[in-house]
């Protein structure tokens, strides 16, 4: 039996789907910050757009190289989509939808969180999606 299958009674299962995970990046000082604090209204472009900006898995790469170019210290957070609520998908970068969480990122929030590595100047993504 798959993992996010679960057995109810001889003839029914209930299929669990694995989260649909969003991800966050923050600077070292930012991930303190919301690590000590338990939650985070974001980063100064969250505050001035008044939501928390995430990406999808395909777009978090291109937003760590518009946004992050050549910073080190990153932490990358993955987030289930279908908890998050009020979560709205916004066109944003290239006609493409964005995550936007309107409310403060809370630690249960939360999946996992990571350093995101910087090898030859590039955030290596290798194992994190």
Do not use: C, N
């Amino acid at each position: 039996m798959r993992p996010w299958r679960q057995r109810l009674d001889g003839a029914r299962r209930l299929t669990h789907h694995p989260p649909m995970l969003i991800y966050k990046i923050f600077r070292a000082d930012e991930y303190a910050a919301f690590a000590s604090a338990g939650r985070s209204d974001g980063a100064p472009v969250d505050l001035q757009d008044g939501y928390i900006h995430a990406s999808t898995a395909t777009q978090v790469e291109g937003t760590a190289r518009k946004h992050f170019a050549g910073e080190a210290g990153l932490m990358l957070l993955a987030l289930d989509a279908d908890t998050l609520t009020p979560l709205k998908w916004e066109v944003s970068r290239g006609g493409e939808e964005f995550p936007h969480l309107y409310r403060a990122l809370t630690t249960a929030d939360v999946v996992w969180s990571r350093p995101l590595p910087l090898v030859d100047g590039r955030h290596d993504f290798t194992g994190l999606l």
